[in-house]
């Protein structure tokens, strides 16, 4: 990936499409006051150059939660008892390797990580900790904190 600029069009191309990345080229076009080539044309560069980094659904969990059931959503800080370099490398490796760990981050001060972790069920939470936890002999404390209610999810960066 190459460093780009970018200028005020691409700033407003990246926070509609932060807002709705589902928009026809033909509507991003017009809120952005392009002509479509050029609109597709920005898009592209902006995707080679890896400032999108990959478009998603985002799910309405009490929507989906009557068709599958709620889950739990955990946010857990991870302390580990060794914090070189290799040591965080491989703790973020493989957190990051499984499917239920949705967000990892490495944070200072306080704990090593903090993760986002989305489980069917707490037998299914239970059995995260076993394989990424306590089989670790690295991890010195694991804190969690079991979500009750989501009052606000984004995803969206500041483009100022």
Do not use: W
Request: net charge neutral; with cysteine; hydrophobic share 40%.
């Amino acid at each position: 990936m190459k460093l780009i600029s970018i200028d005020d069009t691409d700033k407003q191309l990246l926070a509609q499409l932060q807002s709705d990345a589902s928009l026809s080229n033909q509507v991003l076009a017009e809120r952005v006051h392009t002509s479509p080539p050029t609109c597709l044309r920005r898009v592209k560069r902006l995707h080679d150059a890896g400032l999108i980094e990959r478009q998603i659904a985002i799910l309405n969990p009490e929507k989906l939660s009557a068709a599958i059931g709620f889950g739990l959503t955990v946010i857990v800080e991870i302390t580990l008892d060794r914090q070189d370099a290799q040591a965080l490398e491989e703790f973020e490796t493989r957190v990051a390797n499984d499917g239920a760990v949705q967000q990892c981050y490495r944070v200072s001060p306080g704990p090593d990580f903090v993760l986002v972790v989305h489980a069917t069920n707490m037998p299914a939470y239970q059995a995260l900790t076993q394989r990424l936890f306590t089989s670790d002999a690295n991890v010195r404390n694991v804190k969690a904190f079991f979500s009750v209610k989501r009052s606000k999810f984004g995803a969206e960066l500041p483009l100022a």
